[in-house]
């Protein structure tokens, strides 16, 4: 019969991959219910992404990083492992990556802040893209 854990540590095996393919589809690459969004206009569309990010983006990375910081604490005092036979070694490092992941999109909602001030105070054209042909021919 395997041991008793109150944290399996295979749950963590799975998470880095999530966050690296959150961080890759930031820009515009997430779902949303795109009932009213599409028909706004830009102006429009900078508000209603700013005002997320402020409220919903911001205060959920900060708990998680407080939510996490004691878990991830202790997890390096141990220097934790898994208690399963052939399993990761290294689990404080995997949980080390839940407040490293919680302070990046931190910086990326920052960023994308500032890009939506930007658009709405009328100095950024919302349909540059940070990548265009003309860019890349420089390359």
């Known amino acids: 019969m395997p041991p008793s854990t109150p944290f399996p540590t295979t749950w963590a095996r799975p998470c880095p991959d999530y966050w690296i393919v959150k961080a890759l589809s930031w820009h515009d690459g997430h779902v949303r219910v795109d009932i009213f969004y599409r028909?706004?206009?830009?102006?429009?569309?900078?508000w209603v992404d700013l005002l997320g990010t402020v409220f919903l983006l911001l205060p959920v990375?900060?708990?998680t990083i407080a939510a996490?910081?004691?878990?991830?604490a202790?997890?390096?005092?141990i220097f934790e492992g898994s208690p399963d036979a052939g399993g990761i070694h290294g689990v404080f490092l995997l949980?080390?990556?839940i407040p490293l992941f919680a302070g990046l999109m931190i910086v990326q909602g920052l960023v994308?802040?500032?890009r939506n001030a930007l658009i709405i105070?009328?100095?950024l054209d919302p349909s540059t893209k940070d990548h265009d042909?003309?860019?890349e021919e420089r390359l």
């Open 133 to 135: 042909a003309a860019d």
């Open 74 to 77: 202790k997890s390096w005092a």
């Open 61 to 63: 990375m900060i708990f």
């Open 112 to 114: 994308e802040i500032l």
């Open 121 to 123: 105070s009328g100095r």
């Open 95 to 97: 949980k080390t990556l």
């Open 68 to 72: 996490s910081l004691g878990y991830v």
């Open 39 to 46: 028909d706004m206009s830009p102006r429009k569309k900078a």
